[in-house]
């Protein structure tokens, strides 16, 4: 059975830092793309980076670009999002999500997601 | 401001047919391929459509896709109290380089 389960979210000052942690199981980790999204409270689904399989080509969101870094270990079979210079517009819960097909916009399996609130 | 837009909402009575549409632009929808997910309040997001028009297994043929130009649109046939629940699309904008959702549409069964 496929599982993605994320850890890592909690309570964090703006300007403060956060690592964030996808556990995968049940499939070839490295043989797939992982995509993560975000959804703030109340609010819509936003995409946040993207990683391939081999780590070779990353992508991420005009409003995290610069502060976050997505990373795999693909013999630990995790993904990883450091977050860094945190602000209250980062408040959400975060998604890891398998990409399929060959593109990038296809997630098959999510997470359960992790909550991160950033607040003083 | 989602840079593909959909209806907030839309309804319709259990049995029926509803559309969502989800409107881009060349740079979006235009040159790339749209998914649609599903999300149920309290749950993570479900793929419904990936491809423009591709079911996953699993997923009812009640739910269709279909892509013309830069708009895309989801159609939900025999509608269910199960269908409740918020709608997203997806694609890849080659200008921002990257993934955008629109601002997502609640189904509601009357």
């Known amino acids: 059975e496929v599982q993605l389960v994320e850890s890592g979210g909690g309570l964090v000052k703006p300007g403060g830092s956060l690592r964030l942690s996808c556990a995968a199981s049940g499939f070839t980790f490295g043989d797939y793309s992982i995509n993560w999204v975000r959804q703030a409270p109340g609010k819509g689904l936003e995409w946040v980076a993207s990683?391939?399989?081999?780590?070779?080509?990353?992508y991420y969101a005009a409003s995290v670009r610069g502060r976050f870094t997505i990373s795999r270990d693909n013999v630990k079979n995790s993904l990883f999002l450091q977050m860094n210079s945190l602000r209250a517009e980062d408040t959400a819960t975060y998604y890891c999500?398998?990409?399929?097909?060959?593109?990038?916009?296809?997630?098959?399996?999510w997470g359960q997601g992790t909550l991160v609130t950033v607040s003083s | 401001q989602s840079v593909l837009t959909q209806p907030p909402s839309v309804s319709a009575a259990s049995g029926q047919k509803v559309t969502i549409s989800c409107s881009g632009s060349?740079?979006?929808?235009?040159?790339?391929?749209v998914s649609w997910y599903q999300q149920i309040p309290g749950t993570s997001p479900k793929v419904l459509i990936y491809?423009?028009?591709k079911r996953p297994s699993g997923i009812p043929d009640r739910f269709s896709g279909s892509k013309s130009g830069t708009s895309a649109t989801l159609g939900i046939t025999g509608l269910q109290t199960g269908d409740e629940a918020d709608y997203y699309c997806a694609t890849w904008d080659a200008s921002l380089n990257g993934v955008v959702f629109g601002g997502g549409t609640k189904l509601t069964v009357l």
């Open positions: 491809d423009n028009n």
């Open positions: 990683i391939s399989s081999s780590s070779s080509h990353r």
């Open positions: 060349r740079s979006n929808i235009g040159d790339n391929y």
């Open positions: 999500a398998r990409v399929f097909g060959g593109t990038v916009t296809n997630s098959d399996f």
